[in-house]
């Protein structure tokens, strides 16, 4: 029998499967969630499998305690809709934060690009989408009711609408102009310099900081 070394990190064996693949069934498994994630293929996907095979103790280990962890501490904000560990999450909770002005934006991935930019400093509403007969999303789905109060609990003085230049996301960013017409509020959307159907999250920060600079 192999005596076992004090660290079960280990060379790899064999190189990395770049064809079909003839993996037991629970690697297979494995490699197909993997293959799941948003920019993996199967390629990739066993790249990493094996590099969590080959790392266990350094990387195997930490990553799947941190995704268990993730898994039971990390929730949406009842009042925005971002993720965090706490609810209300630490944006809401911020007073430094201007509570005055509010982005509303697609997704949380959205958040996350407007927060590396450093270029807003009031609150967020993630909608989760955008109106979208198609995917069943409608006002409601998106909590457009839970944003006018919002706006008014808040006494909310300029709404920036962040979402997408497609037709689904100025669709979206129409309705909520229509939706708080007549609520006291500027309504400003972000500068021009956004890509087309861009996502935020693409955008290098000084392109989404003059956006922002450059609402109107
Ligand atoms: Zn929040």
Same mark, same amino acid.
């Given at each position: 029998?192999? +005596?076992?070394?004090?660290?079960?990190?280990?060379?790899?064996?064999?190189?990395?499967?770049?064809?079909?693949? /003839?993996?037991?069934?629970?690697?297979?498994?494995?490699?197909?969630?993997?293959?799941?994630?948003?920019?993996?293929?199967?390629?990739?996907?066993?790249?990493?499998?094996?590099?969590?095979?080959?790392?266990?103790?350094?990387?195997?280990?930490?990553?799947?305690?941190?995704?268990?962890?993730?898994?039971?501490?990390? +929730?949406?904000?009842?009042?925005? *809709?971002?993720?965090?560990?706490? =609810?209300? @999450? /630490?944006?809401?909770?911020?007073? &430094?934060?201007?509570?005055?002005?509010? @982005?509303?934006?697609? *997704?949380?991935?959205?958040?996350?690009?407007?927060?590396? /930019?450093?270029?807003?400093? $009031?609150?967020?509403?993630?909608? *989760?989408?955008?109106?979208?007969?198609?995917?069943?999303?409608?006002?409601?789905?998106?909590?457009?009711?839970?944003?006018?109060?919002?706006?008014? %609990?808040?006494?909310?003085? %300029?709404?920036?609408?962040? &979402?997408?230049? &497609?037709? %689904? *996301?100025?669709?979206?960013?129409?309705?909520?102009? =229509?939706?708080?017409?007549? +609520?006291?509020?500027?309504?400003?959307?972000? $500068?021009?310099?956004?890509?087309? $159907?861009?996502?935020?999250?693409?955008?290098?920060?000084?392109?989404?900081?003059?956006?922002?600079?450059?609402?109107?």
């Amino acid at each position: 029998m192999i +005596k076992p070394s004090s660290s079960s990190d280990v060379q790899p064996a064999t190189r990395v499967d770049e064809g079909g693949g /003839s993996q037991g069934q629970g690697l297979n498994v494995l490699i197909s969630l993997f293959a799941q994630l948003p920019g993996m293929g199967m390629r990739s996907a066993r790249r990493a499998v094996l590099h969590l095979l080959t790392h266990r103790d350094s990387v195997m280990v930490p990553l799947s305690a941190a995704l268990a962890k993730a898994h039971d501490d990390i +929730k949406i904000c009842g009042q925005c *809709g971002n993720w965090d560990v706490q =609810d209300p @999450c /630490s944006i809401c909770r911020d007073s &430094t934060r201007e509570q005055d002005t509010l @982005c509303v934006v697609e *997704g949380v991935s959205d958040v996350w690009a407007i927060e590396r /930019s450093g270029a807003y400093r $009031g609150r967020y509403f993630v909608l *989760g989408g955008t109106l979208s007969a198609l995917q069943g999303k409608d006002p409601e789905a998106l909590g457009m009711a839970r944003l006018v109060d919002r706006v008014a %609990e808040d006494n909310v003085r %300029e709404v920036i609408l962040a &979402t997408s230049a &497609t037709l %689904e *996301g100025q669709t979206t960013a129409h309705y909520i102009e =229509d939706l708080l017409a007549d +609520k006291n509020v500027v309504i400003s959307r972000l $500068g021009q310099g956004l890509p087309f $159907g861009g996502e935020l999250d693409y955008l290098d920060d000084t392109t989404l900081a003059s956006a922002f600079c450059a609402r109107r």
